[in-house]
């Protein structure tokens, strides 16, 4: 991280913001009496996937579009397959090709959600925000802790031979296919896995507890930290169960009410829409109804803790009761909050793993389906850093004629945007400015997990819409720029 | 249309070459390809295909006989030839001629579903391609998808030619052919309005005569899981040399 301080343009800029994935950059500027003006999470990496995408067949998507990122390929590998099982008329794949699906999710959130805890997050959380930055990092927790880092190392070894042994490689495989998998699990993989799954559940619930005792040693401080309101969004369940792999959309305010609930994805142009703003690359989803001021949300796993109803197992479900009685009825809304519901997924992904691995169905023979050619597909997943739609039109010769991707990422630029500009009131707000001080917004970030690959995905000119709308609502007159 | 060479007639008398300092007998008229690979020797190739008449196109092939360069599919065999095969010269060049086809065109091995079962791929890992050091030419090429189930994608053609062979000699349809000259060189089809104006079917010898993923039964891709497809245990040519 390398920090300007102008004094003459009253700006800080904190270039690059370090240990997320990817690029961005962090603007703070400042009113002549130094107090804070205004804060920028600037995205600054290019990707351009949705339009070299387009005059592709539509079976590469799945392949092609997983390129995208390298720590959580498969959601994009999984997303695009299931959108592409719309497309080839399949609307429900074969038990074996759902359940190997799903492991390998769930493989890939266990993988994810601990690279994020362990190797990004918990410098931060073990030494303190104002500790050294010379200590503040992975290195620095292998040598203080060597014991937690030898089991984060293994444990993310364990999420990747998951995902191996699904998708035919650790990083980038080619497993999942419109209308289903290309492989069931053998035998031999299967109690390979099996050999080291109760570990891994201990391990995460270690890593929990861990999470728990910073938070709870320094409670006050922790919750109030970067914290604001907002509304969230996540998949459920129809019985509004936490699933990470398919369900319909629902939306919560920040007092727990539901905004809408159990939208399926062909419909979620209805709910969802995205504002371009000039200085980042990446865009700003907002839900429809609130309009674009006030219907910024966050995704991930606090939303989706905040808004399932319960989990469908034993552990996770215990830390889930735990975790939403400190919300009193109410969301949680503390940004350092992100942590702990993650390290709940993390569980649940690992017992989840355990309940697939002893389901006969993995050994299924039937591994694709077909149906009717269809001209669109929208389909969408709880990636490890929240919700991911992605959406294709294909036309008849099976060529991908428009791609629409809503990342995770994306979901929370606002509220990065705004995390960044509450710990910037907080702590930076009339202070001498000091490394440990500017730590504290990339912690904000950090909360969120961004994964800036992800999220700065367009290529080409942007479609411009422009609306005369009279006092009644009702559209006047529209103009499109192509 | 280019001509195309025709297989050389065999005698059938026995004669023997030199391979490597290796003595190999071999049909009086037969390629020393073919002769090569009737003792289990592995002459690295690209555009040559069993069943078709050799091309001579892509040099993979290339050997030394008595000294001089040529191209061992087109080469005929006879008494007394010295060969030179699996040298540290002639396959250096042989990746160097692969390096050029592969930023010729746009290969993208990542995402292709060719991957794993691509002879281009394969030959690169087989020679010891670790990363091309010829500039890319990002050249645009041409996407024909309008048949309803086989697709041209002319960014992985490396103008071998076995397409347009394989439908002229074993299909008896002439499909392909090649047009345009140097880098404008491409694979045409018969056809003015692409694929689909042509009698190719997907159960066609062309297309499963195609090295890499440039003529592809669609819907295909991927089926084959990693660590199933054709190279995903042995090198190409371990077939040749069991």
Redesign the interface.
């Known amino acids: 991280m390398t920090v300007a301080q102008k004094t003459a343009g009253r700006k800080i800029v904190i270039n690059p913001v370090t240990r997320v994935e990817g690029h961005g950059k962090v603007t703070i500027h400042l009113d002549d009496d130094g107090h804070i003006k205004e804060t920028r999470f600037h995205i600054i990496e290019f990707r351009g996937f949705e339009r070299f995408i387009q005059?592709?067949?539509y079976?590469?998507a799945?392949?092609?579009v997983q390129?995208l990122c390298g720590i959580c390929p498969v959601s994009h590998h999984l997303a695009a397959s299931k959108a592409m099982d719309v497309v080839?008329g399949v609307d429900t794949v074969s038990p074996t090709a759902e359940k190997m699906r799903r492991l390998m999710h769930y493989g890939q959130t266990f993988q994810s959600h601990v690279l994020h805890f362990y190797h990004l997050a918990s410098p931060d959380l073990l030494f303190g925000f104002d500790a050294p930055v010379e200590d503040r990092n992975v290195i620095g927790v292998i040598k203080a802790h060597p014991e937690i880092a030898t089991k984060a190392v293994l444990m993310r070894k364990y999420g990747q031979e998951v995902i191996k042994a699904t998708?035919?490689?650790k990083i980038?495989?080619?497993?999942s296919?419109?209308g289903g998998m290309?492989?069931n699990l053998s035998i031999a993989e299967r109690d390979e896995l099996l050999r080291d799954i109760d570990d891994m559940i201990a391990w995460s619930v270690e890593g929990l507890e861990l999470c728990k005792s910073v938070v709870e040693a320094d409670m006050e401080h922790l919750l109030a930290f970067g914290t604001f309101e907002s509304s969230f969004v996540s998949i459920v369940k129809e019985d509004g169960c936490l699933d990470l792999y398919d369900g319909n959309l629902r939306a919560k305010d920040a007092d727990g009410k539901i905004i809408f609930d159990q939208v399926p994805p062909s419909k979620y142009l209805e709910y969802i829409r995205e504002e371009v703003r000039s200085w980042s690359y990446m865009k700003f989803p907002y839900i429809t109804s609130l309009g674009k001021e006030k219907g910024w949300y966050r995704v991930g796993p606090l939303a989706r803790i905040n808004n399932c109803d319960y989990i469908d197992t034993p552990i996770a479900e215990a830390e889930r009761v735990k975790f939403v009685a400190l919300g009193g009825g109410r969301p949680i809304h503390a940004t350092m909050a992100y942590h702990w519901a993650r390290m709940i997924e993390t569980v649940h992904a690992a017992e989840k793993i355990k309940e697939l691995l002893n389901d006969p169905d993995l050994q299924g023979e039937e591994l694709?389906r077909s149906g009717e050619r269809r001209g669109t597909g929208v389909a969408w997943i709880e990636a490890p850093r929240g919700t991911l739609i992605h959406h294709y039109d294909v036309d008849k010769?099976?060529?991908i004629t428009l791609a629409n991707l809503i990342v995770s990422t994306t979901h929370n630029n606002e509220a990065m945007n705004r995390a960044v500009k509450r710990i910037a009131d907080q702590y930076l707000d009339g202070q001498e400015i000091t490394e440990g001080l500017l730590n504290r917004i990339e912690v904000g970030i950090r909360a969120y997990d961004p994964c800036l690959s992800c999220a700065t995905h367009a290529l080409g000119q942007m479609r411009l819409q422009v609306q005369l709308v009279g006092p009644d609502d009702a559209v006047i007159h529209e103009k499109f720029r192509e | 249309m280019s001509a195309q060479n025709d297989t050389p007639e065999t005698s059938g008398e026995t004669v023997k070459l030199l391979i490597d300092g290796v003595e190999i007998p071999a049909r009086e008229g037969q390629t020393i390809l073919e002769a090569a690979a009737d003792a289990g020797i592995y002459v690295p190739r690209l555009c040559y295909r069993e069943g078709l008449p050799p091309g001579g196109h892509c040099r993979i092939c290339t050997v030394k006989v008595n000294g001089r360069p040529t191209s061992a599919c087109t080469f005929p065999a006879s008494e007394g030839l010295v060969l030179e095969n699996n040298t540290d010269e002639l396959n250096t060049m042989r990746r160097q001629v692969v390096e050029m086809l592969f930023v010729e065109g746009n290969h993208v091995c990542p995402s292709c579903e060719a991957s794993g079962d691509c002879e281009l791929q394969a030959l690169g890992y087989r020679l010891g391609m670790i990363a091309p050091q010829y500039p890319y030419q990002n050249t645009t090429r041409e996407l024909d998808a309008s048949h309803p189930d086989v697709m041209l994608d002319r960014n992985r053609c490396v103008l071998c030619g076995r397409c347009a062979r394989a439908s002229r000699e074993l299909d008896g349809k002439s499909v392909f052919g090649f047009e345009g000259r140097g880098i404008g060189k491409r694979i045409a089809v018969n056809a003015s309005h692409g694929l689909a104006g042509t009698d190719i079917d997907a159960a066609d010898e062309a297309v499963a005569a195609c090295p890499t993923g440039c003529l592809l039964v669609k819907r295909q891709a991927n089926l084959i899981p990693v660590g199933k497809r054709t190279y995903d245990k042995t090198p190409i040519g371990t077939d040749v040399e069991a």
């Open positions: 005059g592709r067949p079976w590469e799945p392949t092609v390129r080839v998708s035919g490689k980038h495989g080619t497993g296919i419109p290309n492989k694709v010769n099976d060529m």
